[in-house]
């Protein structure tokens, strides 16, 4: 996130100075595609959240056993 907003200093910096020009929809175009990108992380983040819980499958040693190695493979 951090690059993210460093790159985007420059971009700005490069706009104000004369480097290039953008019209109104097309800086919408940008915002929209990096809202959606910000929506696709989060939602990832959450999903790797859910995927890495301990699964419960009783209290046998087997079932222990898997418990433990679900988490490694679904991620």
Not at 24 to 46: F, H, M, P, V
Request: glycine share 8%; hydrophobic share 40%; no cysteine.
């Amino acid at each position: 996130m951090q690059a993210l907003t460093q790159n985007m200093a420059g971009f700005r910096q490069a706009a104000e100075s004369g480097g290039f020009a953008i019209s109104s929809d097309g800086a919408q175009a940008y915002l929209d595609a990096i809202d959606e990108a910000l929506r696709s992380l989060n939602d990832t983040k959450g999903n790797l959240y859910k995927i890495n819980q301990k699964v419960r499958l009783g209290t046998s040693p087997d079932a222990q056993a898997m418990s433990l190695f679900h988490p490694v493979v679904a991620s």
